[in-house]
């Protein structure tokens, strides 16, 4: 691993994490190259702002579940790969439910050249912290639709609510938010903005 990466969970004690790609819980249908644990790998610096986000949720009744955040480059390439395969229909429903899998590129939902893969960017959600329960958010992680965008019509007042929270959270920690994805943040700050990094997570 390079120097300037750790495992998010050893700098961060408490956080919990369920790394998607590393299973076969997530779009491509299967784990996605470069993944070969289930582990959650991020720069020192996207360590200490988590640190910082995850004490300020702690206040609020909250903790915080991390779906991904570094992203080695053959990953990327590995969702171009699918992306441009035939559809077989095994995730659509869940996952695309109203675009073709040959559209995530173009419409913004998944990036050739990734915040995840400089280390700079977190996928995450919220959960209870007295019940372990996940928060609603209305949605969930990699839903490829305008359902997603942080302020999209037609959500109820509580899953709203949470995005918000969670905006605002991660807001004052450092992070950028992303339109399309409520779950998704940037280090406003990146330690390595013009690096992609392509090591993978063992």
Same mark, same amino acid.
């Given at each position: =691993?390079?120097? @300037?990466?750790?495992?998010?969970?050893?700098? +961060?004690?408490?956080?919990?994490?369920?790394?998607?790609?590393?299973?076969? @819980?997530?779009?491509?249908?299967?784990? +996605? @190259?470069?993944?070969?644990?289930?582990?959650?790998?991020?720069?020192?610096?996207?360590? +200490?702002?988590?640190?910082?986000?995850?004490?300020?949720?702690?206040?609020?009744?909250?903790?915080?579940?991390?779906?991904?955040?570094?992203?080695?480059?053959?990953?990327?390439d590995?969702?171009?790969?699918?992306?441009?395969?035939?559809?077989?229909?095994?995730?659509?429903?869940?996952?695309?439910?109203?675009?073709?899998?040959?559209? =995530?590129?173009?419409?913004?939902? +998944?990036?050739?050249?990734?915040?995840?893969?400089?280390?700079?960017?977190?996928?995450?959600?919220?959960?209870?912290?007295?019940?372990?329960?996940?928060?609603?958010?209305?949605?969930?992680?990699?839903? =490829?639709?305008?359902?997603?965008?942080?302020?999209?019509?037609?959500?109820?007042?509580t899953?709203?609510?949470?995005?918000?929270?969670?905006?605002?959270? =991660?807001?004052?920690?450092?992070?950028?938010?992303?339109?399309?994805?409520?779950?998704?943040?940037t280090l406003?700050?990146?330690?390595?903005?013009?690096?992609?990094?392509?090591?993978?997570?063992?």
């Amino acid at each position: =691993m390079n120097f @300037d990466f750790a495992y998010v969970d050893e700098l +961060v004690p408490g956080i919990r994490w369920d790394a998607k790609y590393a299973t076969w @819980d997530n779009f491509t249908g299967r784990p +996605v @190259d470069g993944y070969l644990a289930n582990r959650i790998v991020g720069t020192r610096s996207l360590c +200490v702002a988590l640190a910082e986000a995850q004490e300020k949720a702690a206040a609020a009744g909250f903790g915080l579940l991390l779906w991904d955040a570094y992203r080695p480059q053959r990953a990327v390439d590995c969702f171009l790969r699918w992306a441009e395969s035939p559809e077989d229909g095994r995730t659509k429903d869940r996952h695309y439910p109203n675009i073709e899998r040959s559209q =995530m590129f173009e419409k913004g939902y +998944v990036a050739a050249r990734s915040g995840h893969s400089r280390g700079a960017s977190v996928d995450l959600t919220l959960y209870h912290l007295a019940t372990g329960e996940l928060a609603d958010m209305g949605g969930g992680h990699d839903l =490829m639709d305008p359902r997603s965008r942080h302020w999209a019509q037609g959500l109820t007042a509580t899953p709203a609510q949470n995005r918000e929270l969670l905006r605002a959270l =991660m807001e004052v920690c450092g992070f950028e938010a992303y339109e399309c994805e409520w779950w998704h943040y940037t280090l406003r700050e990146e330690p390595h903005p013009d690096v992609h990094f392509d090591f993978p997570i063992t």
